[in-house]
Structure formats: structure tokens, C-alpha cells
């Protein structure tokens, strides 16, 4: 099982690595704490909890989920919303789990002595994906990620997209023919 | 005798499909006194259950059974098991079709003699012409309600439509309005208003819309001689040796193996199941399917050369407010070579939810360049591509040689090469709908690849001569004088238009046909 739940705040959680050797060893893993199972995000009060997946492994997920589809307005929440599935299927399917330990570890190795998210950069996180882009493993991230993360309601106002209609009696009295600056 | 009719009574017409062309056959049928058995391999949702959200609407409606494609479409690529949009529920593709309700033009009838024969391009003259379905076509118009026909007054314009209007005028294109839509402006017919609530393609909520599912076939059953079986696969359909069609062995609900006997078998199960079933129908005396002497069953698969182009601008749209495909620009549908290609298309509004614009703007897609288009999702306008394809034997459905389905029932697969028309005609529209925004300020335009396919047609066509296809001008097997096709692959060419309101028109002509073929005993 994998829950997302508010977490202490850091101080009281005493994570594994602390929030200062995790800005020691620099990178955006920074802004994600390991602690036993769960990866805690002391800045947006949230964690997630690994049950199959190393939470390490996970908290490179969520990077690479960024890296992905970069939103820099849609906060870490919803990308560990949306790749939490991986540790769920990885409990059920040893192969997934398999697959995606693997891949994360490839991705760490291609990614030079700091780890992928070792690379500050998002352009060089990107050439090493793209390195990968045609491999399961990638694919298996970006597509689970189409519905994943896009699929989320609590994201759609991010984007200014509404949603359900039919309960509020559509758009007749809602601004469907709004637009001014025409 | 009432329904539920006797699975041995051999005096029914058993349809196969309950959409466009089924439904109304079947409603037109039982209207004359005609019992009528229509086997839906979908189940039966009625409108309220219809649901506000991309993916949980395609969960409960769209026919996701296993098919394979091939070809060098990007569907088979990005979609490989997902070559068609459609639905499987009571009601069929009329509970998810956006409502355009546009009639043929007259070379559309005629495009052997009017492009001429084209390398890689099997056309072929439709057996009738537009003034032999003009009657058929107004009649339908009156049955849907089609916008801006019978004094019925046009949608109002949403944004999205307002974008497009304001891009037409900057163009100097001189056709651009609201649309024919088979969505009611106005109460009419026991049905609401459109309330402008969007999810036009998730089943319209209100009713609005047309439907088989809440006109034709509770009409059809009120006159006690039609019935509706969801939930029944139909499998094969079975023959005497004398060559008629006897009966269609279905699957139900519990997946026993049924036979209903019939007098008369219509298929309407789409342009990818239909011929599926024809194929599968085999027997020693038709070692080739069912109808198909020719050669000619699964050939021909048209799918319209679609595409999309969405444009971003500077301040706020909201395109999926409203009505999706209110809106329209008709100038470029019609047939001038010297753009590049023979036929033309039609720019009609379109918009997807976040959910599907992710899955479907550039599939495969990541990183800045797709992200930074879906950040200004609420500033987004979007229309729809919709042009005459070039029937190509190549592009055809075939029986997969090895997938099973749960009834054993060998899988679909859908080949598709796009001909070299139909590229030409892609990238003319992808120009024309970028300038268009352009012209209205987009700061970005992106011309998306199609979607897997709604409009399937073309792969049990209608010919003049039994040689060229597989049905008549009535929708009639040149072979089997008691089996008809009802769906869009009875078109022998695609057209430029949406193909719905052609069915339905098709499909009253058919019932008259075979109701006059019954009386006078020759069927």
C-alpha cells in the first residue's frame, strides 16, 4: 500500500538523510527527504510511503516525472500522486518491480557519480532521458503518466480547465460565449 | 406477436447494431409493422447515466475489444490497439458523434467521373445520385432536427466558435456559421435544449443531441415490434443452401452462444465489426464471407483525412465551454485540384478536456515543447479537420490469423497507408487553420495527427455492378438478396462531410425498400 498523508514537519520526522545532506549533495532531490519508507516534502507538508519501491527509487520517479512533463506551476504532490501506481503494481508484478528498479538504476548510472537527480540541470536530466525514450522502462513512465498525472481533478484548475458541467447547468449562464477580446 | 420475440421465430428482421444506421432501420421498420430483433453487443446506458468526465465516459461507452492495426498511420504507432473511437452501448456511436449533420455534395456521388482514376485510389461512382437522396436526406433532417433546416434556428456561437468566426472573416472565407447540428437550439421532440454544457462526445446528458438511444428505439419499441437485445455479440451469421441468410448466432450477456432466427438480416455494426462479422461468416459454400464474390468485403476502409489544429493565444478562450462542434467553415469543401488534391474538407470546432488534449495534441510527446502548449490549455482554440479520403484497397479490415477474442472470434485488424491525396489535403488544412488563428492574434499553433478514427466507412461498399462491391443501391448483398448493410461502410466513397446524417437518410431509404421487397414477397 502506498498513501499519500501529511507529514511532521522534518524536524520531528528525523528522515534517514537530512534535509541538509540531501542540499549537500545538491540537485532538485533536495526538496524531497527519504525517511524509512516514505519520501516527506518538508516545504509542502505531504509524503508517500513505499511499500515495494526503494523510496529512493521512488523520489527519482517523481524527478523524472517532472522532467517529463515539466509544469513548473503543478506542485511535487501531484507527481508523486501520479507515479505512486508504479509502487502499487510493483507489489502485485515482480517483473514492473523489476522494471522499474532497474530503470531507475540505469538512469542513475547514466546520469554520472551524483545520480540523475544529481544533475542540477533540467537540460541535462532531459539528455538523459532522452537517451532512454524508446526503452519499456521509459515508456512505461511516460504513459502512466498521460492518465496519471493529467487525469488528476485537483490539477485540472491549474490548467483553467473546469470540468463536470452538467450539475451546474452547463455553461448557458456560465460563460460560454464570454470571450471580450475579440 | 409482441416482444420478446422467440429466438425460433423466423419471420423477424434481426439488425445488428443499435446506431445510426441500425436504430433508425429498426425504428423505420417497426413504424410499417415490421417485427424487428436488433442484437447491441453493448450495453444499455440511458442519457442520465451518462458521465461529465473524458475517462470515465470512454470506460463506460467506448468499444475497447481488442484490435490490431498496421500501416503507416501514427493510430498504429501511438494507438496500436485502439484504431477507432467508437462506442459499444445501446445506441452505438450516436450517443458519442458530436452532431454535424451535413448532406453530400453532388461530385461526391460521382468521384470516378470527377477526380478521374488516381494511381493507388480505388474510386468509384456511388449507384445513386444526390437527387435520388434528397427526399431521404430532408426527411432525415426533419428526424434529427438539424440547426439552420426546418425553420429550426441555429446553436448560439461559444468561444471556440467565436474564435473561428473572427479568423473566417480575417481569411475572407464566406461560409462559416454555427453548423447543422442535430443538437436542439430550441425544445423539440421530447428532447431538451442544449444547455452548453460541453462533454458533447461523453453522451449528451440532456438529451439533446440525438440519438437512437432516446428517439429511434424507444419509438421503435413503443410500437411493440421492435425489440433490443444488449449485450449480444453477434458472431456469425448462418445460411441455407440456398444461399439465404437464415439466422445470427450471438453471444448474450453470459456469453452462451445463441441463434435468432430471421427473414432478413441487417448489419450495422460499424465499418471495422461489420465486415469483421461478414468475414467470419465463412462457410463451404462462401469460402471468401458472406457477400463477398467481389472480394470486396473489408477493402475500401476510408476513416476521412482528419487532423487538428489548436492555436494559443494571448488571453483566455475557454474553448470547452459549449457545444463541441458548433461551428463550421464550408469553403474548402469543395473540389478545386488546383490546391493539390482532388475533394475537400470541412474546419469544424473542436475541443478536448485536459485529460484527452494530453493523450491525444501530440501523442508520445514530452518535455518544454508539449508541456508549455497544455500550461495554456484555457487559452486554447481547437477545430477539427474533416475531408474526403481516397478508398484504397490495401486499407482494409481482415480477420487477425492468430488473436481471439472471448468468444473466439478472431480479432479485427485495421490496416491503413494514408495515399498521397490524402497527405496533400492534411497539410492544405493544417496551413489553412494555423493562418486562420494566426490571422487572429495565436501566438502558437500546433497541427495535431488524427485521432483514432470516428468516421469508419467504406468496407462493404455499394456498387453499381455486383463486380465492384458488395451491396446495391439499396444496401442490399449483390449476393444474398435477404442480407443488408445498414452502417457507414455501405459508402462507396467517403465524402467530405460527417457521415451520420447519410446513414440515417440511407437507412429510411432502406426500410422503405425492404418493407416494399416483404410485401411483395421477394424476400
Known sequence: MVTIYESKPVHETKPALSRRELLKRGGVGALLVISGSAVIS????????????????????????????????????????????????????????????KGIADLDLKSGKGGYTGLGWEEQRVAVLRDIQDTPFFQAVRGGLVVGLYNQKEVWPIFGYEGESYSKGGYMARGFDDIEWL | MAPPFDLNNDGVVVIIGSGAGGGTLGNELAQKGIDVVMLEAGARHEYEDFINDEWDSFAQ?????????????RVAKDFPNLPAWIVKAVGGSTTHWAGASLRFQEHEFKTLSTYGKLDGANLLDWPITLAELEPYYAKAEDKLGVTL?????????????????????????????????????????DRNACQQTGFCFQGCKWGAKWSTLYSEIPKGEATGHLEVRPNAMAIKINHDASGKVTGVVYADKDGRLREQKARIVAVAGNSIESPRLLLNSASSQFPDGLANSS???????????????????????????GTTMAGIIRDEARNDPSRGFVGGYELETLSLGLPFMAAFLNPGGWGRSFTTGLDHYDHMAGMWIVGEDMPRQENRITLHADIKDAHGMPVADVHFDDHANDTAMRNHAYKQGSALYEAVGATRTFPTPPYPSTHNLGTNRMSEKAADGVVNKHGQAHDIKNLFVSDGSQFTTGGAENPTLTIVSLAIRQAEYIAGQMSAKSI
Open chain 1, 42 to 101: 518538508p516545504e509542502h507538508a505531504w509524503g508517500l510511503e513505499t511499500s515495494a519501491l526503494k523510496p529512493e527509487t521512488m523520489a527519482t520517479l517523481i524527478q523524472m516525472a517532472r522532467d517529463i512533463y515539466p509544469h513548473d506551476q503543478v506542485p511535487d504532490k501531484y507527481y508523486a500522486i501520479a507515479v505512486k501506481a508504479h509502487d502499487e503494481q510493483a507489489g502485485k508484478d515482480p517483473a514492473h518491480k523489476d522494471l522499474i528498479e
Open chain 2, 295 to 321: 472480394g470486396q468485403v473489408g477493402k475500401n476502409y476510408m476513416r476521412h483525412t482528419t487532423g487538428s489544429v489548436y492555436g494559443i493565444f494571448d488571453k483566455p478562450v475557454h474553448m470547452y465551454r
Open chain 2, 61 to 73: 461507452l467506448a468499444w475497447t475489444d481488442k484490435r490490431t492495426t498496421s500501416g503507416d498511420w
Open chain 2, 149 to 189: 433546416t426546418n425553420n429550426i434556428p441555429g446553436l448560439p456561437g461559444n468561444n471556440n466558435f467565436k474564435v473561428m468566426k473572427a479568423g473566417a472573416d480575417k481569411l475572407g472565407y464566406k461560409e462559416c456559421h454555427t453548423g447543422r447540428m442535430a443538437i436542439n437550439s430550441e425544445p423539440r421532440d
